[in-house]
């Protein structure tokens, strides 16, 4: 069944519909006046082809709205809607301005993200020249403030690509984004596609489930179409980051499920299987990565809460590779009641993935998670290519010494196998793209179940290149040409893992602090010269008070202890 609108009418008329005013583009915020003026001027930036910029208001208590309202004065593209009552979430301000949109094609802008140059002209030209109902393109997640940039599913939208229906490419399942993509109005409309109301976190990942259950024709386009911008230290943290609480975990579980069900309602029962895939992959080990930062209480509800939820999958979705990491993980999770080996499934689902010593075996020989879960079998390790094997490196840092030593472990005779030649070692800055130091050492055998490599690490010419963050990056060599991109886990121990200020001949000092990411990987920050040293002062004075709370607290006890030391005299 296809929306009012022929898709031959579409292809014919595609000529004047690029010309002429065809988009519509719904901004929603709430109490974001710092960003939705730019959010607006983006949409509004992408010139004729966009007809109207429809931005609700989600009852905004910090001047949001008469910002609106003055841009709105001098631009009569530009419509305000303001919510009486704030929804508690982004459905119902979607909806309302996909209710009021005249557009034949629409999308969405999220008040603190903008859209690129060009996002519009793009999608709409497939759009129109393909008859596709549904048209996305790459999302690019911008931190800020330091610029990185993070593509969003990048292999779904590396070359332009149509598709009868979403199912001739489940890999479609894993872009849950409502907001890089641009729809046929009459095509929601007809199939009565909208978001969750009110307060329902992760409402894009229902709303993309509705919009796959209807079979649209789908365009692909490899243009960058949507910037999403993460405020990692923002006041106030979107959904996506807030991740601390229960509640957070609560609600995503909750939008896969019902994602899920309205999938396989829908007879597509391939994308709702990549649907619960795309959960093991992404939700878990995303959140299992984050464990061991929380408190006990939250360990304890989130093992309940999520072995409760994988209880619902069939054996069909957890038999397809059950060694890979997010299958993993759930395993251990459904084999144990209460919760377990966190600092190790943290490196499991790390990416990439590195599973860790011991590497157990049962009775019969077979390789397991552990003695404790034999039941948890690792035999298809056994039979994966290496390139996809969990690898372990450990690497300790001695910036005093400047040097850096890998470890490299056996794994159930694999690495062995395929006999581990060289490694090629990767300082890369995390903020700076293009900034990278690299090395290749060999590797050594220093026992019959380890590796072992050295190579120097000059934190003068690191520090000159940039200051902050360095990530640590490794590719392994095999005998056979074979290479597997890891990550080190952080060793911790005397000296190690902690900040020093060291002399340096260039710059006169350098501030150096190796440290572990959540994923237990090695990764190094740096300062040099006057940076390192006002960063040193800066540091010393905010401890400052604590010092002298902490000397004056025990004031009363040292005085009593002096005085009762003095000799005693007698009258």
């Not at 020093?500 to 350098?510: N, T």
């Amino acid at each position: 069944m296809h929306p009012p609108h022929s898709r031959t009418a579409h292809t014919a008329d595609t000529a004047d519909t690029v010309r002429t005013a065809a988009v519509a583009v719904v901004v929603i915020g709430h109490d974001d006046a710092p960003h939705v003026a730019d959010a607006v001027r983006s949409a509004l930036g992408q010139g004729p082809a966009v007809r109207e910029v429809v931005a609700v208001d989600d009852c905004s208590t910090d001047g949001s709205a008469g910002l609106l309202d003055r841009l709105a004065a001098g631009e009569p593209r530009l419509r305000v809607i303001r919510l009486p009552v704030n929804s508690g979430g982004c459905g119902t301000p979607r909806n309302t301005g996909l209710d009021a949109v005249t557009a034949p094609y629409v999308m969405f802008l999220d008040s603190d993200d903008v859209l690129p140059p060009g996002a519009v002209d793009a999608l709409l030209a497939a759009a129109t020249g393909t008859g596709a109902e549904v048209t996305g393109g790459l999302c690019v997640r911008r931190e800020l403030p330091s610029g990185r940039e993070v593509p969003w599913e990048p292999g779904l939208y590396a070359a332009p690509a149509v598709l009868p229906r979403p199912a001739h490419h489940p890999r479609l399942a894993y872009d849950t984004l409502c907001v890089n993509k641009l729809y046929a109005t009459a095509f929601l409309r007809a199939r009565g596609i909208r978001f969750p109301e009110g307060r329902f976190p992760y409402e894009d990942i229902v709303f993309t489930a509705r919009v796959w259950a209807a079979a649209p024709r789908v365009a692909l386009v490899p243009d960058r179409v949507y910037l999403w911008h993460v405020r990692r230290s923002a006041r106030q943290l979107s959904i996506s980051l807030a991740r601390s609480g229960i509640d957070n975990w609560r609600a995503r579980t909750h939008a896969c499920r019902t994602a899920h069900g309205i999938l396989l309602d829908a007879g597509e029962k391939l994308l709702a299987r990549r649907v619960r895939a795309k959960f093991l992959d992404h939700e878990l080990r995303m959140y299992a990565r984050e464990l061991p930062l929380r408190d006990e209480a939250y360990r304890r509800e989130w093992w309940t809460h999520t072995r409760a939820f994988l209880a619902d999958y069939d054996a069909a979705d957890r038999a397809r590779d059950p060694a890979a990491p997010g299958r993993l993980v759930a395993r251990v999770v459904l084999a144990s009641p209460q919760p377990r080996d966190l600092p190790r499934l943290r490196e499991l689902a790390a990416r990439p993935a590195r599973l860790r010593p011991p590497y157990a075996r049962t009775a019969d020989g077979t390789p397991c998670w552990s003695s404790a879960l034999p039941g948890v079998t690792l035999e298809s390790l056994l039979t994966r290519p290496v390139r996809q094997l969990p690898l372990a490196v450990d690497a300790e840092l001695r910036p005093r010494a400047g040097r850096l030593r890998l470890r490299l472990h056996e794994l159930y005779g694999r690495t062995a196998e395929a006999g581990p030649t060289e490694v090629e070692v990767e300082w890369r800055h995390r903020d700076r793209e293009g900034i990278a130091v690299r090395r290749t050492v060999p590797w050594r055998a220093s026992s019959p179940h380890t590796w072992t490599a050295e190579t120097p690490v000059c934190l003068d010419r690191l520090a000159g290149l940039a200051s902050g963050a360095w990530d640590l990056r490794l590719r392994l060599h095999f005998r056979d040409g074979a290479t597997r991109p890891v990550t080190a886990h952080a060793l911790a121990g005397p000296g190690l893992l902690r900040r020093l200020v060291l002399p340096s001949p260039r710059h006169g000092l350098v501030l150096a602090r190796p440290y572990a990411t959540h994923s237990g990987s090695l990764a190094l920050r740096l300062a040099a010269g006057l940076p390192a040293l006002t960063h040193l002062l800066h540091t010393r004075l905010r401890h400052l008070p604590r010092l002298l709370h902490t000397r004056l607290r025990h004031l009363p006890r040292l005085l009593h202890t002096r005085l009762r030391h003095l000799p005693h005299h007698r009258h």
